[in-house]
């Protein structure tokens, strides 16, 4: 299997990237993002417990997501691999995963870093904000919170996989195509 974390701060590109990345290497695409904001749409008891959390810009708690991405893995048992986006966002997240990949029998081949300046983040995600209507996107003090969020609690995600010489940084500003061919390359060098 081919196992890869997509790693970054909000509005990085992770989910931009991922939709190229899963067609060219037929993955499954894991976004809690996404998962979250499908929970949200169908009103669900998880779904409104996460929105207080996202709608302030902070991370939901270590066990929503966890259970959600443990159900995603047991639906989807032949899949060639894994695309996470978004996800593990905390050491926590990332020892659980491990542990759930092992249950697999199988494991993370790396995680692609993607690296793009605070000022490009805010500028992205608040044009994102004037179409997306995504509430988290559109306060400028939600955004601000959500890269403090990264900044203490995500960030040592990449000391965690970088004890196992797993970490690969890739520019992430350019053009989406620029940066999809670098992530490629990088991919490229690890099957
Ligand atoms: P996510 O849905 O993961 O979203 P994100 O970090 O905001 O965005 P992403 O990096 O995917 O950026 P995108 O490609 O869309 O998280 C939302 C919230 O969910 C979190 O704040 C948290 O509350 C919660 N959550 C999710 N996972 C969690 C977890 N594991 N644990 C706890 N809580 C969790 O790109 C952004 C914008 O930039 C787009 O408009 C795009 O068009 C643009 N863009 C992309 N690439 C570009 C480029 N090269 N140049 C210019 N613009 C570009």
Do not use: W
């Not at 993955?27 to 302030?56: C, P, V, W, Y």
């Not at 894994?82 to 593990?88: E, I, K, M, S, T």
């Not at 697999?104 to 993607?114: D, E, Y």
């Not at 179409?131 to 990449?158: F, L, M, P, Q």
């Amino acid at each position: 299997m081919l196992n890869l974390i997509l790693f970054g701060p909000p509005g990085s590109g992770k989910g931009t990237q991922s939709e190229k990345l899963i067609v060219k290497y037929g993955l499954k695409h894991l976004s809690t993002g996404d998962l979250l904001r499908s929970e949200i749409a169908q009103q669900t008891s998880l779904g409104l417990e996460a929105k207080n959390f996202m709608d302030k810009g902070q991370l939901v708690p270590d066990a929503v997501v966890i259970g959600m991405i443990r159900s995603a893995l047991e639906t989807n048992p032949d899949v060639k691999g894994f695309l996470f986006d978004g996800f593990p966002r905390t050491p926590a997240q990332a020892a659980a995963l491990d542990e759930l990949m092992e249950l697999k029998g199988t494991s993370i081949n790396t995680m692609l870093a993607m690296e793009v300046s605070e000022q490009e983040l805010m500028i992205r995600l608040l044009k994102r904000g004037e179409t997306s209507g995504r509430s988290d996107d559109t306060n400028e003090e939600v955004v601000k919170a959500r890269i403090t969020e990264y900044h203490n609690k995500t960030a040592a995600v990449a000391d965690y996989y970088h004890q196992f010489g797993k970490v690969v940084t890739v520019k992430g500003e350019g053009s989406i195509e620029a940066i999809f061919n670098s992530l490629c390359k990088e991919i490229d060098q690890k099957i």
